[in-house]
């Protein structure tokens, strides 16, 4: 009984965890490009008390055995990198990822973090920079004197210049893909940064090896559906409860032992 109790406690405190995470959807639910997470469990190590196989007789052996679990633990969080819908915005700065990949950020400290959030703005020099101020790698600078500019499913990007007749080019837009998305690292501010898990960026013009296009005016949204979200979160409540409801039973069957005595 009393490993009961342990292993009930485990089970809410895994079940704690999985709020945690849907919770953090739920509240990223309209967050543009945000991917969401689930939980990943792994069940405790056990007590063999009759290993299965074992000799009974000269001809027999133990077809089953009697091993008691000692709980559960949340092993691992993963995003799961489905696309997410998108929306037209009609602003030319607002771009979005069809496919595979992610925008490259550089930081204040020289360091490249990715993103697939495209809502971009132009800076005071016409850089198109990030909702922070950071500036997208390669740096794409839209001349001073255009009065339009426009981005291809390539990623290329050409200004219209007054008194010029063809769009002059300014950039190519460069996405990167990773072996292993999962394994990057959420920095906050639809941040993400390479790991040893994820593996090295692999960076190509958009449409070529593998990455996806560029489509102008448009975000993408969150892959979050909150009706899924809202089922997961009832079946971790209710995990939750019935959990609680062995250590009390648990509770209750101990003190029905210590009275024997009486």
Do not use: H
């Not at 919770?23 to 063999?48: H, V």
């Not at 979005?96 to 490259?104: C, L, P, T």
């Not at 950039?171 to 940064?193: A, E, H």
């Not at 013009?205 to 296009?213: L, Y």
């Amino acid at each position: 009984m009393m490993r009961s109790l342990w292993t009930a406690a485990s089970g809410m405190a895994a079940q704690q965890g999985t709020m945690d995470v849907i919770s953090n959807n739920l509240a990223n639910a309209n967050t543009t490009g945000f991917k969401k997470s689930r939980t990943d469990f792994q069940d405790l190590m056990y007590q063999t008390i009759r290993q299965a196989g074992s000799a009974t007789g000269a001809d027999t052996k133990l077809p089953t055995g009697i091993q008691i679990g000692s709980g559960v633990r949340q092993v691992a969080t993963q995003k799961i990198y489905t696309e997410g819908s998108f929306q037209s915005t009609g602003n030319s700065t607002d771009l979005a990822i069809e496919g595979d990949g992610f925008f490259q950020v550089t930081m204040p400290d020289g360091t490249i973090n990715y993103t697939r959030d495209g809502a971009f703005k132009l800076d005071d020099t016409k850089r198109l920079v990030t909702s922070e101020g950071y500036p997208i790698e390669p740096a794409i600078t839209i001349p001073s004197t255009a009065t339009a500019f426009a981005v291809s499913a390539e990623g290329l990007v050409t200004a219209t210049i007054p008194g010029q007749t063809t769009a002059q080019e300014v950039g190519q837009l460069q996405i990167v893909r990773f072996v292993n998305p999962s394994g990057l690292d959420s920095m906050g501010k639809n941040l993400l940064k390479e790991t040893g898990s994820s593996g090295a960026p692999i960076a190509s013009n958009p449409g070529t090896d593998g990455a996806g296009t560029i489509q102008q005016s448009y975000i993408e949204m969150s892959n979050v559906q909150v009706v899924e979200e809202m089922v997961n979160m009832i079946v971790a409540q209710r995990a939750y409860e019935i959990n609680s409801k062995a250590i009390t039973t648990s509770d209750s069957m101990m003190e029905t032992a210590a009275n024997l005595k009486r």
